[in-house]
């Protein structure tokens, strides 16, 4: 079946007691056994539960993978992951992954005697001299946040499987309606299901997909052993969202696009960061690797932080929050926002200046969105 009609049929059969189509919201914390040590397939809602499996299954499919996850938000996911390691371990990451990302492994990971080096992910040979004897993990984000360069994803699966290294994908931007990580030999896919895939602003989840029976057996085992699971209700609405995954991103992509021709015209813009323009350095690589560009548009304004703030301040259709992915476009000021848990020097060292802004371009009219960057263009 083809990705549209996964997002809607996946993960779902007809209630066996009622032949409800949608899948019911089992808001249940446990199971009544048949017999004793016989149950009907659930026991306790940390474990597993249905709404939840539902939802599991449907982005596994999505993904390509061999089962999935869902915890109670991105991060949560991301720290179970970082739990298949111990003590001692080397991971090589992304220098300009999420702004949360970057914390969890510097100011929480590193406490539990995990290494991380951090570096631009566009160079092979940069990669293959940070590996070291202890080197276990690759984790990527492609495009990555907030500056949307794009990871050769097959070159770094080349270099993992050399090493026997793992990897692991966030594919949070792209959704798997726009890329499928595991085609290119991922072992792991990480999503923030907070954003695109729920789309819709009201929930905060994350999930992981595997591709083994070993990643697959320990991840579940992970998952319930920490309690970072999703909510049954968080699931219900998750997987609500992702039936409506194509649409929504074609319409993000066409609005973002837009968004992103009318920003590199504009005299007060400086650059603008969409890997869709042919002036975006990915854009080679995103042409090949993915089905399409997203939703996310970032660029930097001329004449500093005054004119920023100014911006930030006269934007009537955008609103100035965190997040990104739903139906309301949103704007975000990277170095005071979503990227200040960075110290300002490597901000700056991996490019996130002051005058750097992100646009999660929404779902409404595209005229009316050009129309609200205009005039607060105007007024800087
Ligand atoms: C938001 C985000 C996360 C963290 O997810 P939460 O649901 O906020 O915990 C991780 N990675 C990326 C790329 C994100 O945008």
Redesign the pocket.
């Known amino acids: 079946m083809k990705f549209e009609t996964l997002a809607i049929h996946s993960g779902r059969e007809p209630d066996p007691t009622t032949g409800a189509l949608v899948t019911p919201l089992y808001q249940t914390s446990t199971f009544v056994f048949q017999d004793v040590g016989v149950t009907r397939g659930y026991d306790y809602s940390r474990t597993a539960n249905p709404t939840r499996k539902a939802l599991e299954d449907c982005i596994a499919a999505l993904e390509g993978g061999k089962a999935g996850f869902a915890f109670s ?6 720290t179970t992951i970082m739990h298949l390691l111990k003590a001692g371990d080397h991971v090589i990451s992304g220098d300009d ?2 702004g ?2 970057y914390r969890l492994f510097e100011r929480v990971m590193k406490d539990f005697g995990l290494e991380f080096t951090f570096l631009r992910m566009d160079d092979r040979r940069r990669i293959e001299r940070a590996i070291r004897p202890n080197t276990t993990m690759i984790w990527i ?1 492609t495009p990555s ?1 907030p500056l949307l360069n794009i990871v050769d994803i097959e070159m770094v699966v080349d270099i993992a499987r050399r090493h026997e290294l793992l990897t692991v994908a ?1 594919n ?2 792209a959704t798997p309606y726009f890329l499928r990580p595991i085609e290119y030999g991922v072992d792991l896919v ?6 695109y895939l729920n789309g819709h602003c009201d929930v ?3 999930a992981v997909v595997t591709t083994t029976d070993k990643l697959t057996e320990r991840v579940q085992f992970l998952l319930n052993a920490m309690g970072t699971c999703a909510s049954p209700f968080d699931c219900w609405l998750v997987l609500r969202g992702i039936k409506t995954l194509a649409v929504r991103m074609m319409q993000h992509e066409e609005n973002a696009a837009q968004v992103a021709t009318y920003l590199e015209k504009h005299p007060k813009v400086k650059r603008v960061l969409y890997p869709g323009l042919k002036s975006h350095p990915g854009h080679e690589i995103a042409m090949r690797q993915m089905g399409g560009f997203g939703g996310i548009v970032s660029f930097e304004m001329e004449g500093g932080i005054e004119a920023t703030s100014s911006f930030l301040r006269n934007l009537k259709v955008f609103s100035l929050a965190e ?3 739903g139906l309301d476009s949103l704007v975000e000021h990277p170095a005071t926002m ?1 990227h200040a848990s960075m110290p300002e020097d490597v901000r700056r060292s991996v490019g996130i200046t002051d005058s750097l802004i992100r646009l999660s371009v929404g779902l409404e009219n595209i005229d009316d969105l050009i129309e609200d960057l205009e005039q607060a263009l105007e007024h800087t």
């Open positions: 938000s991105g991060m949560a996911a991301e992954v999420y949360g990302t984000e946040n966030d949070t931007f990480v999503h923030s299901t907070t954003k905060i989840g994350g997040s990104l992915g979503s």
